[in-house]
């Protein structure tokens, strides 16, 4: 079954941290969140021409400056070697593990994530849900156990520094900054 709607809590404007994200960043993290080929990981291809397109007047630059401001404050992983994005607490919060069969659904979509970087953190994510919710029988699935089995990394123990490929532009005046690769 694919997905078809995203659930996004109203408790989200209760969250001093998402707060005080930029109004790009904002709108980046809502369009990963609703993006028609999330999967049941929280994990979807990143483009930034192809997200930017997604919007009136926004570029891949723009993409970009709010995805550094994602990964900056935690709320998503971004892997450019393997072009994807995971939208970290999407596994908590979208309430699928409160259904067994869509448990087993993130299980396989996890297997199908190509960044080691990224899976490590649905795991650590998966890991700290379960702690929180002991009782939930998507627990006892083989699929599930095998993923809570497997590396995991605090996503306060990544780093993500996102390569700036695109000619003539460059996130911040300040030239000093900024390195031959576009890194800031």
């Known amino acids: 079954?694919?997905?078809?709607?995203?659930?996004?809590?109203?408790?989200?404007?209760?969250?001093?941290?998402?707060?005080?994200?930029?109004?790009?960043?904002?709108?980046?993290?809502?369009?990963?969140?609703?993006?028609?080929?999330?999967?049941?990981?929280?994990?979807?291809?990143?483009?930034?021409?192809?997200?930017?397109?997604?919007?009136?007047?926004?570029?891949?630059?723009?993409?970009?400056?709010?995805?550094?401001?994602?990964?900056?404050?935690?709320?998503?992983?971004?892997?450019?070697?393997?072009?994807?994005?995971l939208v970290r607490s999407w596994v908590r919060h979208d309430g699928l593990m409160k259904q067994p069969r869509l448990a087993v659904s993130m299980a396989k979509a996890y297997g199908a994530i190509a960044s080691n970087k990224i899976r490590a953190v649905v795991v650590h994510e998966l890991q700290r849900y379960k702690k929180e919710n002991k009782e939930l029988p998507a627990w006892e699935k083989p699929q599930v156990m095998t993923v809570l089995k497997q590396p995991a990394v605090a996503v306060r123990e990544t780093k993500t520094e996102l390569t700036w490929d695109f000619p003539g532009f460059l996130p911040f005046t300040d030239m000093a900054t900024t390195n031959a690769t576009g890194n800031v």
């Open 1 to 85: 079954m694919a997905r078809d709607r995203a659930n996004i809590s109203i408790d989200i404007w209760s969250d001093a941290d998402f707060r005080d994200l930029t109004p790009q960043a904002q709108a980046l993290y809502f369009k990963l969140v609703s993006h028609p080929k999330l999967d049941y990981c929280g994990c979807v291809e990143f483009h930034p021409g192809r997200l930017a397109a997604m919007s009136r007047e926004m570029t891949s630059g723009d993409v970009m400056v709010a995805a550094q401001e994602l990964a900056d404050k935690w709320f998503c992983v971004f892997d450019q070697t393997t072009d994807e994005v």
